[in-house]
Protein backbone atom coordinates (compact mmCIF):
# COMPACT_ATOMS: atom_id res chain seq x y z
CA UNK A 1 0.00 0.00 0.00
CA UNK A 2 0.81 3.46 -0.70
CA UNK A 3 2.70 4.85 2.27
CA UNK A 4 0.06 8.39 2.15
CA UNK A 5 -2.59 6.24 1.53
CA UNK A 6 -1.55 3.96 4.47
CA UNK A 7 -0.99 7.39 6.86
CA UNK A 8 -4.49 8.29 6.38
CA UNK A 9 -6.29 4.96 7.20
CA UNK A 10 -4.06 4.39 9.91
CA UNK A 11 -5.08 7.84 11.20
CA UNK A 12 -8.92 6.76 11.02
CA UNK A 13 -7.74 4.31 12.88
CA UNK A 14 -6.23 6.06 15.89
CA UNK A 15 -9.52 8.28 15.97
CA UNK A 16 -11.47 5.36 16.19
CA UNK A 17 -9.61 3.99 18.91
CA UNK A 18 -9.14 6.93 20.87
CA UNK A 19 -12.70 7.34 20.42
CA UNK A 20 -13.60 4.09 21.62
CA UNK A 21 -14.80 3.10 25.26
CA UNK A 22 -14.34 -0.80 24.22
CA UNK A 23 -12.19 -2.18 21.84
CA UNK A 24 -11.89 -6.21 20.86
CA UNK A 25 -9.35 -7.44 18.41
CA UNK A 26 -9.51 -10.49 16.57
CA UNK A 27 -6.87 -12.21 14.99
CA UNK A 28 -6.19 -15.11 12.24
CA UNK A 29 -3.32 -16.59 10.76
CA UNK A 30 -2.51 -13.29 9.14
CA UNK A 31 -0.96 -11.76 12.26
CA UNK A 32 1.42 -14.20 12.42
CA UNK A 33 3.02 -14.46 9.04
CA UNK A 34 5.61 -11.91 9.77
CA UNK A 35 6.62 -13.59 12.21
CA UNK A 36 7.69 -16.63 10.52
CA UNK A 37 4.20 -18.55 10.67
CA UNK A 38 2.40 -19.70 7.71
CA UNK A 39 -0.78 -18.90 7.50
CA UNK A 40 -3.45 -21.80 5.41
CA UNK A 41 -4.43 -19.96 2.53
CA UNK A 42 -1.88 -17.59 1.05
CA UNK A 43 0.21 -18.29 -1.36
CA UNK A 44 3.01 -20.68 0.06
CA UNK A 45 0.53 -21.48 2.92
CA UNK A 46 0.12 -24.72 5.05
CA UNK A 47 -2.66 -25.82 2.82
CA UNK A 48 0.16 -25.87 -0.15
CA UNK A 49 1.91 -28.46 1.51
CA UNK A 50 -0.16 -30.58 3.09
CA UNK A 51 -3.87 -31.47 2.05
CA UNK A 52 -6.68 -30.14 5.21
CA UNK A 53 -8.80 -33.62 4.77
CA UNK A 54 -5.74 -35.38 6.48
CA UNK A 55 -5.96 -33.17 9.36
CA UNK A 56 -9.61 -34.08 10.71
CA UNK A 57 -9.57 -35.29 14.15
CA UNK A 58 -11.42 -38.91 13.63
CA UNK A 59 -8.47 -39.57 11.40
CA UNK A 60 -5.63 -38.56 13.68
CA UNK A 61 -7.70 -40.79 16.27
CA UNK A 62 -7.56 -43.58 14.18
CA UNK A 63 -4.78 -43.58 11.66
CA UNK A 64 -0.76 -43.46 12.73
CA UNK A 65 0.19 -41.53 9.37
CA UNK A 66 -2.01 -38.70 10.15
CA UNK A 67 -0.77 -38.72 13.79
CA UNK A 68 3.06 -38.64 12.01
CA UNK A 69 1.99 -35.93 9.80
CA UNK A 70 0.53 -33.85 12.61
CA UNK A 71 3.76 -34.13 14.69
CA UNK A 72 5.48 -33.39 11.85
CA UNK A 73 3.42 -30.11 11.64
CA UNK A 74 3.46 -29.32 15.29
CA UNK A 75 7.45 -29.44 15.20
CA UNK A 76 7.53 -27.02 12.81
CA UNK A 77 4.78 -24.79 14.18
CA UNK A 78 5.55 -24.89 18.03
CA UNK A 79 9.08 -23.84 17.14
CA UNK A 80 10.00 -21.71 20.58
CA UNK A 81 12.13 -19.63 19.43
CA UNK A 82 9.19 -17.79 17.35
CA UNK A 83 8.59 -13.98 18.78
CA UNK A 84 6.07 -11.71 18.58
CA UNK A 85 6.11 -8.90 15.64
CA UNK A 86 5.03 -5.42 15.48
CA UNK A 87 1.24 -5.79 15.29
CA UNK A 88 1.20 -8.69 18.50
CA UNK A 89 3.11 -5.65 20.19
CA UNK A 90 0.60 -3.22 18.75
CA UNK A 91 -2.11 -4.85 20.22
CA UNK A 92 -0.53 -5.45 23.59
CA UNK A 93 0.58 -1.63 23.98
CA UNK A 94 -2.88 -0.54 23.24
CA UNK A 95 -3.69 -2.82 26.70
CA UNK A 96 -1.20 -0.49 27.95
CA UNK A 97 -2.47 2.63 27.20
CA UNK A 98 -5.60 1.41 28.34
CA UNK A 99 -7.64 0.94 25.22
CA UNK A 100 -8.02 -3.11 24.81
CA UNK A 101 -10.54 -4.75 26.03
CA UNK A 102 -9.79 -8.01 25.14
CA UNK A 103 -8.33 -10.55 22.23
CA UNK A 104 -10.13 -12.77 20.50
CA UNK A 105 -7.46 -15.14 18.22
CA UNK A 106 -8.41 -18.00 15.89
CA UNK A 107 -4.39 -18.43 16.16
CA UNK A 108 -2.58 -21.52 18.67
CA UNK A 109 0.99 -19.88 18.57
CA UNK A 110 0.62 -18.06 21.85
CA UNK A 111 2.20 -14.53 20.34
CA UNK A 112 -0.07 -12.85 22.16
CA UNK A 113 0.91 -13.77 25.19
CA UNK A 114 4.12 -14.03 24.32
CA UNK A 115 3.85 -10.00 23.21
CA UNK A 116 2.37 -8.83 26.98
CA UNK A 117 -1.18 -9.14 26.18
CA UNK A 118 -2.44 -10.81 29.58
CA UNK A 119 -3.80 -14.57 29.61
CA UNK A 120 -6.96 -13.65 31.02
CA UNK A 121 -7.75 -11.30 28.21
CA UNK A 122 -6.71 -13.35 24.90
CA UNK A 123 -9.65 -15.90 23.76
CA UNK A 124 -8.20 -18.93 22.11
CA UNK A 125 -10.81 -20.09 20.30
CA UNK A 126 -8.77 -23.06 18.33
CA UNK A 127 -6.80 -23.86 21.62
CA UNK A 128 -3.38 -23.69 22.25
CA UNK A 129 0.01 -24.88 21.23
CA UNK A 130 1.13 -24.58 24.45
CA UNK A 131 -0.22 -27.58 26.13
CA UNK A 132 -0.41 -31.14 24.86
CA UNK A 133 -3.08 -33.22 26.50
CA UNK A 134 -3.15 -37.92 26.88
CA UNK A 135 -6.24 -38.30 25.60
CA UNK A 136 -7.07 -41.97 28.10
CA UNK A 137 -5.26 -40.29 31.21
CA UNK A 138 -5.74 -36.37 30.75
CA UNK A 139 -1.47 -36.03 31.92
CA UNK A 140 -0.90 -32.61 30.34
CA UNK A 141 2.87 -32.14 28.56
CA UNK A 142 4.07 -28.56 27.65
CA UNK A 143 5.38 -27.62 24.66
CA UNK A 144 8.99 -27.70 25.47
CA UNK A 145 9.04 -31.37 26.95
CA UNK A 146 6.82 -32.59 23.58
CA UNK A 147 9.31 -30.83 21.53
CA UNK A 148 12.39 -32.39 23.35
CA UNK A 149 11.41 -35.81 22.77
CA UNK A 150 10.02 -35.00 18.95
CA UNK A 151 13.95 -33.36 18.54
CA UNK A 152 15.17 -36.39 19.90
CA UNK A 153 13.23 -38.36 17.29
CA UNK A 154 10.48 -39.53 18.46
CA UNK A 155 7.77 -39.40 15.43
CA UNK A 156 4.50 -39.93 16.80
CA UNK A 157 5.09 -39.18 20.66
CA UNK A 158 2.72 -41.40 23.49
CA UNK A 159 2.10 -40.89 26.76
CA UNK A 160 4.95 -41.79 29.48
CA UNK A 161 2.18 -42.16 32.14
CA UNK A 162 -0.34 -44.49 30.84
CA UNK A 163 0.95 -44.88 26.47
CA UNK A 164 -2.39 -43.28 25.27
CA UNK A 165 -2.57 -40.91 22.16
CA UNK A 166 -0.90 -37.73 22.78
CA UNK A 167 -3.11 -34.65 21.22
CA UNK A 168 -1.88 -31.05 21.21
CA UNK A 169 -4.93 -28.94 22.70
CA UNK A 170 -5.71 -27.02 19.23
CA UNK A 171 -8.83 -27.54 17.72
CA UNK A 172 -8.54 -29.72 14.68
CA UNK A 173 -11.32 -30.12 12.29
CA UNK A 174 -14.43 -32.19 13.37
CA UNK A 175 -13.61 -31.09 16.74
CA UNK A 176 -15.73 -28.81 18.95
CA UNK A 177 -14.36 -26.15 20.01
CA UNK A 178 -13.19 -25.75 23.53
CA UNK A 179 -15.67 -25.25 25.95
CA UNK A 180 -17.16 -21.74 27.00
CA UNK A 181 -14.44 -19.69 24.87
CA UNK A 182 -17.18 -19.03 21.83
CA UNK A 183 -19.78 -17.88 24.48
CA UNK A 184 -17.30 -15.35 25.72
CA UNK A 185 -15.49 -14.22 22.44
CA UNK A 186 -19.23 -13.72 21.64
CA UNK A 187 -19.92 -11.82 24.85
CA UNK A 188 -17.28 -9.54 24.59
CA UNK A 189 -17.60 -8.95 20.92
CA UNK A 190 -21.19 -8.08 21.72
CA UNK A 191 -20.05 -5.43 24.24
CA UNK A 192 -17.32 -3.89 21.86
CA UNK A 193 -18.50 -0.34 20.49
CA UNK A 194 -14.84 -1.13 17.93
CA UNK A 195 -13.69 -4.21 16.85
CA UNK A 196 -10.60 -4.56 14.87
CA UNK A 197 -10.17 -7.83 12.44
CA UNK A 198 -6.42 -8.36 11.87
CA UNK A 199 -5.15 -11.10 9.15
CA UNK A 200 -8.37 -13.43 8.91
CA UNK A 201 -9.65 -14.44 5.72
CA UNK A 202 -12.86 -14.41 7.47
CA UNK A 203 -13.70 -17.79 5.98
CA UNK A 204 -13.41 -20.46 9.28
CA UNK A 205 -16.20 -20.95 11.32
CA UNK A 206 -17.81 -20.86 13.18
CA UNK A 207 -14.90 -17.92 14.61
CA UNK A 208 -15.91 -16.43 11.47
CA UNK A 209 -19.17 -15.75 12.89
CA UNK A 210 -17.71 -13.00 15.81
CA UNK A 211 -17.60 -10.22 13.99
CA UNK A 212 -20.97 -10.09 13.10
CA UNK A 213 -22.30 -10.14 16.85
CA UNK A 214 -20.05 -7.00 16.85
CA UNK A 215 -21.60 -4.90 14.19
CA UNK A 216 -25.15 -6.58 14.89
CA UNK A 217 -24.67 -4.54 18.58
CA UNK A 218 -23.81 -1.36 16.77
CA UNK A 219 -19.63 -1.47 17.02
CA UNK A 220 -17.92 0.20 14.26
CA UNK A 221 -15.62 -2.38 12.29
CA UNK A 222 -11.98 -2.03 10.81
CA UNK A 223 -10.52 -4.62 8.83
CA UNK A 224 -6.41 -5.10 8.40
CA UNK A 225 -5.95 -7.91 5.77
CA UNK A 226 -4.03 -8.42 2.61
CA UNK A 227 -6.51 -10.22 0.78
CA UNK A 228 -10.52 -9.53 0.15
CA UNK A 229 -13.04 -10.96 3.14
CA UNK A 230 -16.74 -11.55 2.83
CA UNK A 231 -16.97 -8.32 5.50
CA UNK A 232 -15.08 -5.69 3.63
CA UNK A 233 -18.03 -3.89 2.69
CA UNK A 234 -19.11 -3.72 6.61
CA UNK A 235 -16.04 -2.36 7.64
CA UNK A 236 -15.50 1.34 8.42
CA UNK A 237 -11.89 1.57 7.55
CA UNK A 238 -10.55 -1.41 5.52
CA UNK A 239 -6.85 -1.16 5.35
CA UNK A 240 -4.89 -3.47 2.66
CA UNK A 241 -1.76 -3.63 4.05
CA UNK A 242 0.61 -5.84 5.92
CA UNK A 243 -0.31 -6.06 9.61
CA UNK A 244 2.72 -5.40 11.38
CA UNK A 245 3.32 -2.43 9.06
CA UNK A 246 -0.15 -1.22 9.92
CA UNK A 247 -0.68 -1.87 13.16
CA UNK A 248 2.74 0.48 13.77
CA UNK A 249 1.53 3.49 11.75
CA UNK A 250 -1.69 3.04 14.20
CA UNK A 251 -0.34 2.46 17.46
CA UNK A 252 1.97 5.75 16.87
CA UNK A 253 -1.06 7.82 16.55
CA UNK A 254 -2.89 6.40 19.18
CA UNK A 255 0.14 7.37 21.42
CA UNK A 256 0.52 10.54 20.02
CA UNK A 257 -2.94 11.48 19.93
CA UNK A 258 -4.17 10.24 24.12
CA UNK A 259 -0.55 11.87 24.97
P1 LIG B 1 -6.36 -17.82 6.82
O1 LIG B 1 -5.11 -18.51 6.42
O2 LIG B 1 -7.66 -18.32 6.31
O3 LIG B 1 -6.29 -16.27 6.41
C1 LIG B 1 -5.21 -15.46 6.72
C2 LIG B 1 -5.48 -14.09 6.11
O4 LIG B 1 -4.43 -13.23 6.52
C3 LIG B 1 -5.52 -14.09 4.57
O5 LIG B 1 -6.68 -13.44 4.15
C4 LIG B 1 -4.25 -13.32 4.18
O6 LIG B 1 -4.44 -12.50 3.05
C5 LIG B 1 -4.01 -12.48 5.39
N1 LIG B 1 -2.60 -12.17 5.66
C6 LIG B 1 -1.52 -12.97 5.52
N2 LIG B 1 -0.41 -12.35 5.94
C7 LIG B 1 -0.80 -11.10 6.33
C8 LIG B 1 -0.13 -9.99 6.86
N3 LIG B 1 1.19 -9.98 7.06
N4 LIG B 1 -0.85 -8.88 7.17
C9 LIG B 1 -2.20 -8.84 6.96
N5 LIG B 1 -2.89 -9.88 6.45
C10 LIG B 1 -2.20 -10.99 6.16
O7 LIG B 1 -6.36 -17.75 8.41
P2 LIG B 1 -7.55 -17.54 9.46
O8 LIG B 1 -8.55 -16.57 8.97
O9 LIG B 1 -6.88 -17.35 10.76
O10 LIG B 1 -8.32 -18.93 9.51
C11 LIG B 1 -7.74 -20.16 9.29
C12 LIG B 1 -7.34 -21.01 10.47
O11 LIG B 1 -5.94 -20.96 10.49
C13 LIG B 1 -7.68 -20.63 11.85
O12 LIG B 1 -8.47 -21.65 12.31
C14 LIG B 1 -6.36 -20.68 12.64
O13 LIG B 1 -6.55 -21.48 13.79
C15 LIG B 1 -5.44 -21.39 11.75
N6 LIG B 1 -4.02 -21.02 11.71
C16 LIG B 1 -3.37 -20.47 12.78
C17 LIG B 1 -2.04 -20.13 12.66
C18 LIG B 1 -1.32 -19.56 13.87
O14 LIG B 1 -1.62 -19.95 15.00
N7 LIG B 1 -0.38 -18.62 13.66
C19 LIG B 1 -1.37 -20.29 11.45
C20 LIG B 1 -2.06 -20.88 10.38
C21 LIG B 1 -3.40 -21.24 10.51
Redesign the pocket.
Known amino acids: MEKQNLDTLADRVADLIVKAKRVVVF?????????G??????PG??WERFNPDDFTYQKFIKNQKTRQLWWQLFQE?GATEIRPNP?HYAIAELDRLGKLDSVI?????N?HQKAGVPDEKVFE??GS?NWTVCLKCGQRYTLEQVKARLDKGEEIPACEACGGILKPS??FFGELLPEGVFDKASHRSRSADLFIV???????YP??DIPAHALSSGAKLVI????P?PMDYQATVLVR????E?MSEVIERVRSKIS
Open positions: TGAGVSTESVPDFRSGIRATQNIDLLHIVVIGSSLVVAAINLSTAKAGA
